[in-house]
């Protein structure tokens, strides 16, 4: 048996009820597994045993107040998963959903995604299954206060940075940066995406959506296409998809589809970003407020958006959102590019399916990855005292989603698979980490 698949096998003994975990650690050791066979020094090594098992796993209580006077409880966590290439680095999430299979999913990919983005950070995640959702201000603050009395014992500026993701933005960096600076009396950039006038980076709000487009773009420029006057569809309504729609229209693309967990809404004319921002920024309201304001658009309850014809499919909202069926509709109605703007949004199986019918498939660890690396601008700047113009920060994000589409289309090209960017992002990001890992020991 393979060393890769012995690893694999004894992953899913060791943690057979983690089926997110399982399928991230699946795809990725599977991709790699060629690669690792022919570098027997990777075994030697014991560098996948020891890549799978977080270095540390911190899971605690989490009581704080409702508006009513009620003590409620949550359960809060943070994987510290690699730190050889740099501090733990990746977001927190605050959703239902949340238990310790999703952080360990989302914190095992990070540590891929971080290093393909050539900065010094490692791999992190954390968050709770609290639900912001219909919180008051006041409650979101009780909540991020606690939740941060027991964090702030396991982070620090060179130890664990965390950010954002789902259910965590701007009101709840604030709150949990204040906590942190009244605990340890310290101000420091322990967190990123902070408010631009405490120490946050223009142009982080925008990162991850701006450098999606910007690595769709560059694959399709290296097939002799451009996103312009392209068709897209984009699922979810939250940072990243707004800002992902943002860039695709200035870049002469027509954005005709959006959604959030209730249904979607299909605009012939082009979705109205600032009718968008208005209902999901400034309001916290639900996508389907838009046809109020827009009376050509269409509201369907439900997640059939991946039924809508498009050209370019863009993933944003959550894991597992677009399965094999999705995929078959897609491609049946013509699609040529799918990037993933969420983390493991595709099925396995829909995965494959795209490859197989040649689809420009960009995996989120190398999509996505625009939002962490301009996390890691802002932590030069603070380290540094100075803040960069939006102009600066974009520009840098540019080259660094340029250079992380040639890297992956190399290391797609060295394995014998070019234009697999599935396979060419877990080398290309395993095997930095793989070689970090056997410089430093144990
Ligand atoms: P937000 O909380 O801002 O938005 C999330 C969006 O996804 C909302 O529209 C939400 O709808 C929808 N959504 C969430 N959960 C579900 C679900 N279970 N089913 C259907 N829809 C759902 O989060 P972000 O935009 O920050 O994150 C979106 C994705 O991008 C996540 O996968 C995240 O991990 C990934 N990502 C985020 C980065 C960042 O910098 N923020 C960086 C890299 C990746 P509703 O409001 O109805 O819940
Ligand atoms: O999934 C991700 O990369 C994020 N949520 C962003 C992490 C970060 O540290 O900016």
Redesign the pocket.
């Given at each position: 048996m393979s060393y890769t698949k012995r690893i694999l096998i004894e992953t899913y003994e060791k943690n057979s009820w983690q089926k997110e975990f399982i399928q991230a650690a699946t795809e990725i050791l599977t991709s790699i597994a060629d690669f690792v066979d022919n570098n027997p020094i990777y075994e030697r090594e014991s560098v996948l045993e020891r890549l799978v098992e977080p270095e540390r796993q911190i899971v605690f209580r989490v009581p704080w107040v409702d508006d009513s006077g009620k003590i409620q409880v949550n359960r809060g966590y943070r994987v510290q998963y690699s730190s050889v290439i740099g501090p733990y680095k990746g977001?927190l999430?605050f959703?239902p959903?949340v238990n310790l299979s999703v952080i360990k999913f989302?914190g095992f990919e990070q540590i891929f995604k971080n290093s393909l983005t050539g900065q010094s950070i490692g791999g992190g995640k954390g968050g709770s299954d609290f639900d912001p959702?219909g919180k008051s201000d006041r409650e979101v603050m009780s909540f991020c206060n606690s939740f941060m009395t027991e964090l702030s014992f396991h982070i620090g500026a060179h130890t664990d940075v965390p950010?954002?993701?789902?259910?965590v933005?701007a009101r709840e960096i604030g709150f949990l940066f204040g906590q942190y600076r009244r605990m340890k009396r310290q101000f420091d950039g322990v967190l990123t995406g902070k408010g631009i006038g405490y120490g946050g980076s223009l142009g982080r709000k925008e990162?991850?959506g701006f450098g999606l487009i910007y690595l769709v773009e560059e694959m399709l420029k290296s097939h002799k296409n451009s996103i312009a006057d392209k068709t897209v569809i984009i699922?979810?309504?939250?940072?990243?998809?707004i800002y992902a729609t943002q860039k695709a229209i200035e870049l002469g693309a027509k954005v005709v589809a959006l959604?959030?967990?209730?249904g979607f809404i299909y605009d012939r004319d082009g979705v109205d970003l600032a009718v968008i921002k208005e209902i999901k920024e400034v309001r916290r309201g639900?996508i389907n407020e838009y046809i109020k304001y827009k009376k050509n658009a269409v509201y369907t309850e439900g997640?059939g958006i991946w039924g809508v014809k498009c050209d370019v499919a863009l993933p944003?909202?959550?894991?597992n959102?677009l399965d094999v069926n999705d995929a078959k509709l897609l491609v049946k109605n013509g699609v040529i590019a799918v990037g993933e703007?969420?983390?493991m949004?595709s099925t396995l199986d829909a995965t494959d399916y795209f490859i197989k019918n040649k689809i420009l498939f960009a995996p989120?660890k190398a999509a996505?990855a625009g939002?962490?690396a301009t996390s890691a601008l802002e932590m030069a700047q603070n380290a540094s005292m100075t803040n960069w113009s939006f102009d600066r920060v974009d520009a840098k994000l540019k080259t660094i989603m340029q250079n992380i589409y040639a890297n992956i289309a190399q290391a797609a090209i060295e394995a014998g698979k070019p234009d697999n960017y599935v396979v060419g992002s877990n080398i290309a990001g395993f095997k930095r980490v793989a070689d970090a890992m056997i410089a430093q020991g144990i």
């Open positions: 977001g999430r959703h959903s989302l959702k950010a954002g993701d789902i259910g933005g990162a991850t699922s979810g309504s939250g940072n990243v998809a959604s959030d967990s209730n639900r997640r944003c909202a959550t894991q959102e703007g969420a983390n949004p989120g996505n939002g962490v």
